[in-house]
């Protein structure tokens, strides 16, 4: 049985590329061998050479809500410091990345309770060579240019499926607390305190510090960690509204929207929405630009970084960091 198209041909939408959200017409549609549903998009007011198919996970619905998450999504990525150059070893210009290349994504990444949710592009933070024809993020808001001398305009089917999927490791230690989290929030009906005692950027600047402390540190690796702990953060800003909460919680996100407009949610949130973040990061990475060997080694510093909230699980997840919802979110919630 064929699947149901979500969105129509000529249906205005709002479509993922890269970190961001833009305006865009729905064109055609398709299914894959393999039943995945795509959509030719073309991002309104740009060159036709734009246009691309996407996964349907990239497709967002036009309405006030989602218009709103274009917003907080712009700003997040805004807020972020822009790209520095610098010469390497063989004279070439390269860049550290504060943001993620333009990706595209086949698969639905699924919330910890296993529901189907709408996926930005990998929270994913290396240094890459710059193409000479690529411009450096200027911070706009346009789609940013493909990478490469052929600049195809449509991606072919065999393109878009020959992706691979990258898998992270959830430590045992740390699964109970998702399956916990998933209870207390979905069942349970509670929701997290905010702002949390130990915040989203606290717990990665301790990790940070306390790779710092090591023997083996220098300073080769201390520029490595800076950029991936400063992408972790990042892009938790970035996706957490989009990604990262179940239906119960975004009433309450709403309301912290209006609370604290100017802050990033890295310093409102705390360790088991950045969980939730690693849980999800697997089939976001398998989208970026990363060769394989720049890609391993952002594994291995996220294993890391798992590890580290593995050994000090006991400070970081408390089930006394949820409470009771009022009976006035309820009401907001139904």
């Not at 691309?52 to 917003?71: D, G, I, T």
């Not at 892009?235 to 990033?264: C, V």
Request: charged content about 30%; some cysteine.
């Amino acid at each position: 049985m064929a699947p149901k198209m979500k969105f129509s041909e000529g249906e205005k939408v709002l479509c993922f590329h890269g970190p961001l959200i833009y305006e865009a017409k729905c064109l055609k549609s398709s299914v894959t061998k393999d039943k995945h549903v795509r959509y030719l998009i073309h991002y309104a007011g740009w060159n036709k050479n734009w246009d691309e198919w996407v996964p349907e996970s990239r497709v967002l619905k036009y309405n006030e809500a989602n218009v709103q998450r274009q917003k907080e999504v712009q700003r997040a990525h805004s807020a972020q410091p822009v790209k520095t150059k610098k010469t390497t070893a063989k004279g070439r210009k390269s860049e550290t990345a504060t943001g993620a290349t333009p990706a595209r994504e086949e698969s639905r990444a699924s919330t910890p309770a296993g529901k189907d949710v709408e996926t930005p592009t990998a929270p994913a933070k290396a240094t890459k060579t710059q193409s000479k024809d690529t411009p450096a993020d200027s911070g706009s808001d346009q789609p940013k240019k493909k990478r490469g001398r052929l600049d195809l305009s449509i991606e072919s089917e065999e393109q878009y499926l020959a992706k691979v999927e990258v898998k992270i490791k959830i430590p045992e230690e740390l699964k109970v607390w998702l399956v916990d989290d998933w209870d207390v929030i979905t069942r349970q009906q509670k929701l997290a305190l905010l702002p949390a005692k130990l915040t989203v950027e606290q717990i990665v600047d301790n990790y940070l510090a306390f790779k710092k402390s090591s023997k083996s540190h220098n300073s080769a690796k201390e520029s490595v960690l800076v950029d991936i702990t400063e992408g972790i953060k990042e892009y938790f800003n970035a996706t957490l509204g989009s990604q990262l909460l179940y239906k119960f919680e975004r009433p309450q996100y709403s309301e912290i929207l209006q609370e604290y407009p100017d802050t990033p949610m890295a310093q409102i949130y705390g360790s088991i929405h950045l969980l939730r973040l690693f849980a999800k990061m697997g089939p976001m990475l398998a989208y970026t630009a990363l060769d394989e060997k720049s890609l391993q080694h952002v594994l291995t510093h996220i294993q890391d970084f798992l590890k580290y909230m593995v050994t000090n699980r006991s400070t970081l997840f408390n089930l006394q960091d949820y409470g009771n919802a009022t009976p006035e979110y309820h009401r907001k919630v139904q």
